[in-house]
């Protein structure tokens, strides 16, 4: 009975933890920011309407726990809730092993994993089935150990490259992908996050009629073959990647532009750099210190990244990820799906799917906006399901020369879902 009390106490003190966070409050943190990431290794809404039901939740598994020993429903109750403790021990030893300086690594290590280690002992003390208590432990166990085999050992089958397309420039770090038309002032566009650089073909097609316009992918992205294998995806890699192409073809006073995670690039790249970059064309751009959608947030996680990121290198996937990126379904075409997948399935451009969600650090480049001085273009769809509209608001506000368009009836791929809206902007913009 006592092992009961503890545990339903336990339970009982989180329910009121979660209370007091309702109310705003974000001790032990500074912000909900840095309450969210202390606690769940990613960040999340800790407004009364996500929190209170947990509190409820919390305090429905201590009256369970006090019951379990007379009525069958409790001890089912507490008999997932011992499961549910040892996944997420399983789970906190496993990221134990993937060594980060957060606060959540350290709490995980020190607190986290050790207390449902504890209470799943206690609870499974309360069961009175051997092969079910058995089965409580080894089976999330053996669940984490497959996950563990598919993130760090599994890898899924990479389709070959197409035939020689575009263009080919070798720099330091990797043998890079571009396409090219045009001639005049040269204007460089970025593929978009987790896109190829044929996603800016028919902007291409009208801006090149008086410019030399370069579509470029990253690395990590589209047939760009990276030979750093230690290439680290944060800012610094990818604007030093980029600085590199420009060296490498002599560019120099560009007009940088980007969709997504590369309008983030473009810009950190023009603030770090403002001699080099004498416009910016952002559609859609990261760039601000906010969370994202909970499907790209998870990838923060270990193990759990890893899992998703390779998985998702199947064209199904891929298909579905795409339409829930479109307005205009009809444009997902076949074509285009298999554009998107298979540089989906490098090893490479797996990789960095879940390490540019984990490494990527926005504050810098918010901070830095009221500084960044140069003509800017931002573009956004009223219908986006990544970067919420209400973005380009921030941008205006904060960007001393932007120029901001919200679209009707576009979603966040706004170079393939609206080409017909977007492309004039940016002519004009351009001149």
Known sequence: ???????????TVLAALHIYWATGATWPASDERSLS????????????????PLAALHLLLAFAVLRSDRSPVARLVVTGLAAGLAFRAALGVA???????????WLNVLLYTPACIALCVADVRMLRIRWVKAAVVAGPIAVVTVLALVAYVYQPGERPHPAEAGRYVETPLARVHYLQQGTGSPVVLLAPGASPALAWYQEMAVLAKN?????????GQGETRLDDKGFAFDLNGMTDALEQFLNALHLQNVVLGGNSWSGGWALAYAQRHPEQVSKLLLLAPSGLDEPDVASWEILKLPLVGEVLGKLAA?????????RGLFVHKNRVTPQLVDAMWIPGTYRD????????????DWSVTEKALPSTRQPTLVVWGDHDTVLPVAQAGHFAKLLPNATVHVLA??????TVDCPDQVTPLMAAFLG
Do not use: K
């Open 409 to 414: 009836n576009c979603g966040h791929a706004l």
């Open 314 to 322: 199947n064209r199904s996937m891929v298909e579905s990820a795409d």
């Open 211 to 219: 410019h030399t316009v370069y579509a470029v992918d990253l690395p």
């Open 349 to 360: 451009n797996v990789r960095s799917m879940y390490a540019l969600e984990r490494d990527l």
């Open 95 to 105: 990221w134990a092993f993937s060594y980060s300086s957060t606060a959540f690594y």
């Open 37 to 52: 990431r202390a606690v769940l290794g990613i960040q999340v809404s800790f407004a009364p309407q996500v929190v209170l």
């Open 1 to 11: 009975m006592r092992s009961r009390r503890i545990v339903a106490g336990v339970h």
